[in-house]
């Protein structure tokens, strides 16, 4: 009958559990050491109003919401606190997942848009900016968990501008409505009171003659064709009609007369 092999020693294999347990131990040190960090994408030669940039990041709290600023420095030397950014540059959608990892992109299964960087001063931000961002002034990205905390983790993005004052299409600027004028309403724009509504008619030929003028209806010198009879003419039309209604009523009482009445 054979023998069982040998035996690991008891103290052999407690060792080699601490062992393992450190190695895990000093890895998720190492990691949490490493502190949060971001990337951005788009990040340089970016326009005013640039919408799409995708921020993705890690190494922060779980289910935190995520807050990203633009704010003036550089990552050597960030802002101390956020005097230093602006507050209408603000996007809170991502959320850290439970590893503290998170990402804002156009389009995700989130439903995020992704970040819409601003040149400052921007004509595309509807209230005053407190801070230059632009070619001419280095500035980043704060992205933390709490943009009135410092202290709290975060990380710094550098990003740029390109030269000029171009912006995205499709920003938020607010537009001008020009309403085109007609050639007409010119016109009558341009028109004194006096000459609105006086029309010149057309002359007649030569030695034409315009049917049933009537010489109390005149514009600018000129008769004008009457609609309807002239006005001497309304009497005799009127007799008329009577002296037809009358012979109308004559000649039917002729054709049908009354049957006269028996005596008693």
Request: aromatic fraction near 4%; charge should be neutral; include cysteine.
């Given at each position: ?47 005013d ?45 991502a ?15 989130a ?80 028109a ?27 514009l ?20 008329a ?24």
């Amino acid at each position: 009958m054979a023998g069982r092999g040998p035996v690991a020693p008891r103290w052999l294999v407690g060792a080699a559990l601490v062992v393992t347990v450190r190695a895990l131990a000093t890895a998720g040190l190492a990691n949490a050491d490493a502190g949060p960090w971001a990337t951005a994408s788009p990040a340089t030669n970016l326009i005013d109003g640039q919408r799409g940039i995708v921020v993705r990041g890690g190494g922060f709290p779980a289910y935190r919401t995520i807050q990203v600023e633009e704010c003036v420095g550089t990552v050597g030397n960030p802002p101390p606190d956020n005097t230093s950014c602006e507050g209408d540059t603000i996007d809170t959608q991502a959320v850290t997942d439970g590893h503290g990892a998170f990402a804002n992109a156009p389009m995700d299964s989130a439903g995020h848009t992704g970040y819409e960087a601003f040149r400052l001063p921007s004509p595309t931000l509807h209230a005053a900016t407190s801070i230059p961002c632009d070619a001419s002034h280095p500035c980043v990205l704060y992205v933390g968990i709490d943009q009135n905390d410092f202290a709290q983790p975060h990380t710094f993005v550098a990003i740029t501008f390109a030269p000029g004052n171009a912006v995205a299409p499709g920003g938020s600027a607010p537009t001008t409505v020009v309403t085109p004028v007609t050639a007409t309403q010119s016109a009558i724009s341009s028109a004194t009171p006096s000459s609105i509504g006086t029309v010149a008619p057309a002359r007649p030929a030569s030695g034409a003659v315009v049917a049933n003028a009537d010489p109390a209806v005149t514009l600018a010198g000129t008769a004008l064709a009457s609609t309807g009879p002239p006005r001497a003419a309304l009497p005799v039309a009127m007799v008329a009609g009577l002296v037809s209604l009358l012979a109308a009523l004559t000649r039917r009482r002729a054709l049908h007369p009354r049957p006269e009445r028996s005596q008693p």
